[in-house]
């Protein structure tokens, strides 16, 4: 009998009590193990391309906390690289790239992406035989509007400013490149799924900075189209939808995109969220900051998510990523937490 995995049961709209849990971010630089591995890497990018220490890190958090699931350790800003635009990760200045522009963006080839990224799937392969039977594997990949913010600006911003203002003078290139990125992400989730993941998340960390007929426009419809391309391909594929910030463009976000869960920031307040827990399974949404407070803060937070949403489809999850301030011993406390053994 193959296994099932909690998260799977939610992904399909079941309820398991305690509710299944992970973390976004859930490998990185809170983990004195995952700085020491980061070190043997050189660069960021060689740790992702690398599936021998790819594999450990993802598997860090696992061996500590028993999570319900394990991400598979990459970034978001590999498809960029595998499109060539020059990808850096320079400690203590985020990501950088080359700036693209109209003539580069109309030029962009597809070929080679899936080649350029075989380590990924290759780290997949091997996650999928090393993980405990029990614990899902989650793949995952940029939304199209949050790569494109970083592949305008060539840097990260504090509201995505260059990428708004190109969506105002250069609309049809900005939705070219949207359109194209949906197509490679879209066959990325699909090489992914095929490798080993139980299911997929894409992340639109920058849906918050879109006003209500841009978020239709670059939010909901690319991922929508990503989404119909994976389940054309892959019926069964199990999708987590996060779009950051979105708000009340979250209300109908999980049937505009064909998404079977979707994940809260915890701006989005319960009685909200709860509403959207109607319709299918939410993942969320406890603030980061209370991670690194810990004692009460931390408690107190935990204890309003079970308590409102816990009695349906639920995959507990912070809000945004684990940040490295985060205390260990905090995540240690949470996960009894969420398990009701503390
Ligand atoms: C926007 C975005 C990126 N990457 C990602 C997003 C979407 C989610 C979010 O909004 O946080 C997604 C991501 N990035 C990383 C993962 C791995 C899996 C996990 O444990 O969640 C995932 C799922 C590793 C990483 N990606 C990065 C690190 C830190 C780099 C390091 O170790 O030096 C890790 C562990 C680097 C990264 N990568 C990115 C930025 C802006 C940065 C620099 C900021 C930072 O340092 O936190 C782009």
Known sequence: MPVKRKIVDVLEGKTVTPPPLWLMRQAGRYLPEY????????????????PDLAVEVTLQPIRRYSFDAAILFSDIL???????????????????????????IYSLKADGTLAHLSPVLETVKRLRQELPSETALLGFCGAPWT???????????????????????????????LAFLAEISAEYLIAQIDAGADAVQI???WAGVLGEAEFEAFAVKPVARMIEIVRSKRPNARIIAFAKGAGMNLRQYRQKTGADAIGLDWSVPLSFAAELQ??????????????????QSLEDGIDAILQVLGNGPLIFNLGHGITPEADPDNVAKLVNRVRGLG
């Open 78 to 104: 590999v498809i960029p690289d595998a499109l060539d635009r020059n990808v850096r990760f320079t400690p203590g200045e985020g990501p950088q790239m080359d700036p693209i522009d109209e003539a580069s």
């Open 35 to 50: 700085r020491a591995t980061r070190q043997k890497a050189g660069g960021f990018l060689d740790l992702c391309y690398t």
């Open 147 to 177: 790569v494109a913010t970083y592949m305008i600006a060539g840097h990260g911003t504090p509201d995505q400013a260059p990428a708004r203002l190109f969506g105002y003078r250069n609309r049809q290139a900005l939705e070219h490149l």
């Open 278 to 295: 109607k319709d299918g399974p939410v993942q969320g949404n406890l603030d980061p900051m209370r991670v690194v407070a810990g004692g």
């Open 203 to 205: 992340f639109d960390s």
